[in-house]
């Protein structure tokens, strides 16, 4: 009762803060400050109080120091009997006196969460309390991390919808960069992923926002990221920790190369309490279990329905950044098997983490060309990601397991796109096609392979015709094939490039001249730059390099006469039906 009439006194932050001032200087004879300061800290409407906060922080750390409060054990007995060795009623005093302590911290921690989520706190005050809490965090003992309360906080920051983007980046920013924390987070977020694993979005209890992937997604990324740095730190014998283990020397390695049984008889050896008591052993100070926790985090967090913009940045990091954090980064084959599906850039960006996977950690994937085969579509000519996509096919294709049928069903394929397509898609497919020929001379056949009507006798088109459709004239390249390897590319013939020559675009028609060398002679040529032909296979780049031309003559046609006038068609009537195109069926005129 008279707490709380105390309460009612504290109008103003001046007035708790010397209470609180009070509290500090004289811990034992104001202790009954305590509970007026927390209460208004719960229920003060104030968004100042930081400051009180500070100080009862402050308060709390000088208690655990003199060991006033139960530190956080199975039954928040540990070291009890270390710390106070009287008995009778001075003993049972001093154990209620401590448990009220702890009451009191455990109340105190409440709120300082509650206010890690408090919208009308700002984030000014949460990132107050943030550090608060961290103080707690690392507290109890020297060498001590609390991380079932560091969990705790974890799961607010990264869930709870007033949190602001500055408190999140504080603990992701800063307190990441200590190896205790770092390994933590990874524990935390692995353990909410795999609770949220097939939780529906309507269920309020497990419920998966996107802001909480999303939240979870630039926490990953970024201890991801401080993965090396640990190494070099470690290398260097300077390994960070929140909870100063390290710093302090009191650190043993939980994987030092000794067996538990050894470790526990170089314990007993120890002379004396003390000594074993300035010792402490963490999982978070092995490299390997740093890594493990960190692949367990992406593994569980890949198996969520991971929002549409985190897609594309997840994908483009996976090669360089998320694999090799890995420690089995086969464990990213369903994924990625799962993605590319979805086809265009997602689909060609897993093709390449599995391409990785299938050249670097043997991975077995029979039908990865096969997939790559179904990504190229006319579309992927008009995306606006269409450069990262051709640079990559570029890199698949420039693989020496790739066999030669594979090889010329893509030689193929980008061809028939080429005719179809607009003047930069058909420069695309001829650079394409080059390159290809090129790695592959066994493909060189469909280049030059001789025409029906290069024939002049009757004998040489009846030897021809023997040795089979092919060489009749026909072309027996399936393009509704999905598998490469049965296309019959290989038994087939780019006649398409001669619909390249006679393109009805100068440039294209220019350009195809690249194929009139011995470009199978690597000596003599060399291999195209896609990324040159991409950046200038544009219609806008290929208008400004005909403006910026110098035209020495300018083609006329003058049309003099009164009787024949200028031509109002293409084609006359009478010869449509004879009019022959290679690659091209003209109909006939109804």
Known sequence: M?????????????EALALGEELVNSPKEKANNLPILIAYIQQSEQCIKSEVSKL???????????NEILVAGGERTAGLG????????????????????????????????????????????QVSALACLMEFVRGERLGMFDHVLYLRILQVLLKEDGVESETLGAIIGKYCGYADAHYFTCKGIASMCTRYIGASTNDDENDVSADFLRNVYDALIHITDALDMFAQQEEDGSLPSWCGASEVGILVAT????????????????????????????????????????????????????????????????????????????????FLTHVLDRGGLDGMLALNGIFILVTQYGLEYPKFYERLYGLLTPEVFLSKHRVRFFQLADIFLASPMVP????????????RLG??????????????????????????????????????????????????????????????????????????????????????????????????????????????????????????????????????????????????????RVFSSGNVETLTLPGFIVPSST
């Not at 008279?2 to 001046?14: D, G, L, M, P």
């Not at 209620?96 to 300082?112: E, G, I, Q």
């Not at 030669?404 to 980008?414: L, S």
């Open 2 to 14: 008279k707490a709380r009439k105390a309460i009612e006194r504290v109008q103003s932050e001046e």
């Open 56 to 66: 009862l922080t402050e308060y709390f750390m000088q208690r655990y120091q003199e």
């Open 82 to 125: 270390q710390q106070d060795g009287n008995d009778g009623q001075q003993k049972n005093d001093m154990d209620v006196y401590r448990a009220w302590l702890t009451k009191m911290k455990d109340s105190f921690v409440d709120a300082l969460v509650v206010m890690l989520s408090d919208k009308a706190a700002g984030a000014l005050e």
């Open 255 to 334: 994987n030092d190369g000794t067996t538990k049984r050894q470790r526990k008889r170089l314990r007993n050896q120890q002379n004396g309490s003390e000594q074993r008591e300035t010792t402490v052993s963490g999982k978070w100070s092995s490299r390997k279990l740093r890594q493990k926790a960190l692949s367990t985090a992406w593994i569980e967090f890949l198996k969520l329905e991971v929002p549409f913009d985190c897609y594309r940045s997840l994908l483009s990091r996976l090669h360089n950044t998320i694999i090799p954090a890995l420690i089995n980064p086969l464990l990213l084959s369903d």
């Open 404 to 415: 030669a049928y594979t090889a010329a069903a893509f030689a193929k394929k980008f061809a």
């Open 419 to 568: 005719i179809r397509g607009s003047s930069p898609a058909a420069i695309i497919a001829i650079a394409f096609i080059h390159n290809i020929i090129r790695r592959h001379p066994s493909c060189i056949q469909i280049l030059h392979r001789p025409q029906p009507f290069a024939v002049t006798t009757a004998e040489e088109a009846s030897k021809l015709k023997q040795k089979g459709e092919v060489w009749a004239g026909k072309d027996v390249y399936d393009e509704d094939e999905p598998n490469p390897a049965e296309s019959r590319a290989l038994e087939s013939s780019l006649w398409e490039i001669s619909v390249f020559r006679h393109h009805a675009d100068p440039s294209v028609s220019q350009y195809s001249s690249v194929l009139n060398k011995d470009i199978t002679n690597k000596l003599k040529s060399s291999e195209i730059d896609i990324a040159e032909v991409l950046a200038s296979a544009s219609y806008t780049s290929m208008f400004d390099r005909e403006m910026k031309k110098k035209i020495k003559s300018v083609p006329t046609a003058i049309y003099s006469g009164t009787r024949t006038g200028a031509p109002t």
